[in-house]
């Protein structure tokens, strides 16, 4: 289109009827510079384009990775594999600020923001998550203990449904796995005020 509008030219952009012959009636030499720079204009923006899918393709593949707890199942993050998740987030989304800052990103900008906010949620919530963790880890072993129960009943039961909540979301997410999935489909995020 752009070529067109250069040129002054109109003829059919359909691969099956477009010739070379039309661009050659355009007389494209007369254009030069202006036709470099649409060229490089649009490799520059498939450049963009090609990134962004490799973003989207590692992140749709990518998988959070639980460990045992105790004897009750995969309830906690793995904490070395977490580290190297957040980094790979951190990589991602400084590689999608980048190209939002591109002048060339026009066509694909509502699209590389909606996936640099939904890393920035993920990111967010994996972070909580690793705090809420630690808190669940460090009350488990306290609320375990039969005198701690006999001595503070009240805490002890509201303990005993976070517990609960934390088993059910944790068995969820592991069920799930896939980073964006859990993300969505948990409402993580929620459960968080109940801590």
């Known amino acids: 289109l752009q070529v067109m509008q250069v040129t002054g030219s109109n003829f059919q952009l359909e691969a099956s009827q477009m010739k070379l012959c039309h661009l050659l009636d355009c007389d494209l030499i007369k254009y030069k510079t202006e036709i470099t720079d649409i060229v490089s204009c649009a490799s520059k923006e498939l450049d963009l384009e090609q990134k962004l899918r490799t973003t989207e393709e590692e992140w749709a593949e990518q998988s959070l990775h639980f460990s045992q707890f105790k004897n009750r199942g ?3 993050l793995d904490a070395r594999y ?3 998740l957040l980094e790979m987030l951190e990589d991602s989304q400084a590689s999608l600020a980048s190209m939002l800052t591109s002048k060339y990103i026009g ?3 509502d699209e590389a ?3 640099a906010a939904k890393l920035l949620s993920v990111s967010e919530v994996i972070e909580q998550w690793l705090t809420v ?4 880890v460090h009350l488990e072993s306290v609320f375990s203990l039969p005198s701690t129960k006999k001595d503070l009943p009240q805490e002890a ?3 005993a449904s976070i517990d609960k909540t934390w088993t059910k979301l944790m068995k969820k997410s592991y069920e799930i796995k896939n980073v964006i999935q859990v993300n969505i489909n948990t409402n993580f995020l929620s459960y968080y005020n109940i801590y």
């Open 74 to 76: 995969f309830l906690m």
């Open 82 to 84: 977490t580290v190297n």
């Open 107 to 109: 066509p694909l900008k």
């Open 113 to 115: 923001a909606s996936w």
């Open 133 to 136: 963790q630690n808190h669940w």
């Open 157 to 159: 039961k509201r303990f």
